[in-house]
């Protein structure tokens, strides 16, 4: 990787994106200076991988990881935010390739992670919108949500988005290494382990356009597995929310991680404090 100053990551997994891959990058690099790109392939078969390779090579801001073989969304982001966060990158954002994400809106994103761990773009809050979606998907999407919110109890309208930003503490303290899901059932997961360890959500209003080019990734198979491990999650959670012990667990979440963060500034304000000290010329009476 080439060096640079920029602290934020877009990730980007690609199978079979070769018409969108170009563009995209270049629209997140055109609404936002200060972002790097990472491109996470998974062999493509139509070429994606050597063309984003052949853009790399012509600009600082765009890198590619290449994977041996198709494993899905969850693989590919797992490799992504280790990548990001070995090379020392403090916020790291879920981008689709297909151009459904719109990069013009990725810094209402970044702006609202300066007041938490997680933001989500969402489709289904005031302002947020889809554009060029038939009324059975718009009811699909919108239904996911609803059961997951409620097998789950998660406080949010867009559970399965996947226009996200997360903070590098954010992923150590979710511990996504160990999230396994694959699919769009993996955005559910981090979601709930987010929100499990007390971390900071927000929601910002986006626009979801359907795909011009390519096919859709989403497949039946990922509906139902989507579907299966919403409903397993929620089974071993009822008797803890019922007895309202879940809400508990949440707090307490919500509280240390708080104490770590204080405990971490305090750290921080006497070790300037200390050098402040050190650095100080003699005075002479």
């Known amino acids: 990787?080439?060096?640079?100053?920029?602290?934020?990551?877009?990730?980007?997994?690609?199978?079979?994106?070769?018409?969108?891959?170009?563009?995209?990058?270049?629209?997140?690099?055109?609404?936002?200076?200060?972002?790097?790109?990472?491109?996470?392939?998974?062999?493509?078969?139509?070429?994606?991988?050597?063309?984003?390779?052949?853009?790399?090579?012509?600009?600082?801001?765009?890198?590619?990881?290449?994977?041996?073989?198709?494993e899905g969304l969850g693989a590919a982001y797992r490799a992504g935010f280790s990548w990001g966060l070995e090379r020392g990158y403090e916020r790291l954002v879920e981008m689709d390739a297909d151009g459904s994400h719109q990069p013009e809106q990725l810094e209402r994103l970044l702006?609202?992670?300066?007041?938490?761990?997680l933001v989500l773009g969402s489709r289904w809050v005031h302002g947020g919108s889809v554009v060029n979606w038939p009324l059975r998907r718009k009811l699909l999407s919108q239904g996911g949500s609803l059961y997951a919110r409620m097998a789950l109890g998660l406080p949010v309208r867009d559970i399965t988005g996947g226009f996200r930003a997360f903070t590098a503490d954010a992923l150590r303290e979710?511990?996504?290494?160990?999230?396994?899901s694959q699919g769009y059932c993996f955005q559910i997961d981090m979601l709930r382990k987010?929100?499990?360890?007390?971390?900071?959500?927000?929601?910002?209003p986006v626009t979801f356009v359907e795909r011009v080019h390519g096919e859709s990734k989403m497949?039946?198979?990922?509906?139902?597995?989507?579907?299966?491990?919403v409903t397993l999650w929620g089974l071993r959670s009822l008797p803890a929310r019922l007895r309202g012990d879940h809400r508990v667990a949440v707090a307490a979440a919500s509280a240390a991680r708080l104490a770590r963060e204080q405990a971490d500034l305090r750290f921080d304000d006497q070790r300037l404090l200390r050098g402040s000290f050190d650095g100080e010329p003699n005075r002479v009476a």
């Open 1 to 70: 990787m080439n060096q640079t100053t920029n602290r934020t990551l877009v990730i980007i997994p690609t199978y079979n994106e070769r018409e969108n891959i170009a563009e995209i990058t270049a629209r997140v690099l055109r609404s936002a200076p200060g972002v790097d790109v990472l491109v996470v392939d998974d062999n493509s078969p139509d070429g994606t991988g050597a063309l984003a390779s052949a853009l790399a090579s012509g600009h600082d801001r765009i890198n590619v990881l290449h994977r041996a073989g198709k």
């Open 111 to 117: 702006a609202a992670l300066n007041k938490a761990d």
């Open 174 to 180: 979710i511990g996504y290494r160990d999230v396994l």
């Open 194 to 204: 987010a929100y499990n360890s007390g971390l900071r959500i927000s929601e910002v």
């Open 219 to 229: 497949s039946s198979g990922i509906v139902k597995e989507a579907i299966l491990r």
